[in-house]
């Protein structure tokens, strides 16, 4: 009879253990959410800066980026 070891058991048998997956922390989780808020707004002020032509070669209208802007920054 043969026995079949895999990497993992292997690992396992040298006594190395899966790290659990981390939680992300709480300053990490502000972190990335005052970035998306940033880039949002930033994102936003770009698209009222393009001209009528550049908006029309991207197919959107002048209404839909003022209604975009409109939107407060936490708003998706």
Do not use: N
């Not at 990335?32 to 940033?38: A, G, P």
């Not at 936003?44 to 975009?68: H, N, P």
Request: aromatic share 10%; net charge positive; hydrophobic share 40%.
């Amino acid at each position: 009879m043969s026995t079949s070891t895999t990497l993992t058991s292997k690992c396992t048998l040298a006594g190395a253990t899966r790290a659990a997956p981390r939680q992300p922390s709480a300053i990490a989780f502000l972190s990335d959410l005052f970035s998306t808020w940033l880039r949002r707004a930033r994102e936003r002020r770009d698209l009222q800066s393009l001209d009528d032509y550049m908006l029309k070669d991207i197919g959107v209208t002048r209404a839909d980026v003022e209604f975009e802007a409109q939107k407060h920054f936490w708003r998706p």
